[in-house]
């Protein structure tokens, strides 16, 4: 992704958890895992038993703003 198609998926509200992964170069198993333990804000909207999260925009952009080391 370049810095415009992530400007633009950041202008949504929530995000899905493969975009989120791409913008800061790690799995969505890593993204589900900040979401897990607080670090990302998420609603999951799967209705089975396997999760499906939207992260919340605000959050992605707390967690680019301060920089925060994200663990692969």
Not at 37 to 62: D, Q, W
């Amino acid at each position: 992704m370049n810095e415009k198609e992530i400007e633009a998926a950041l202008e949504a509200a929530l995000v899905p958890a493969s975009v989120v992964a791409t913008i800061l170069g790690v799995t969505v198993w890593t993204i589900y895992n900040l979401v897990k333990v607080g670090r990302l804000e998420a609603v999951n909207i799967s209705t089975g038993s396997k999760p499906s999260y939207r992260v919340k925009t605000e959050s992605v952009k707390r967690l680019l703003e301060t920089r925060q080391t994200v663990n692969r």
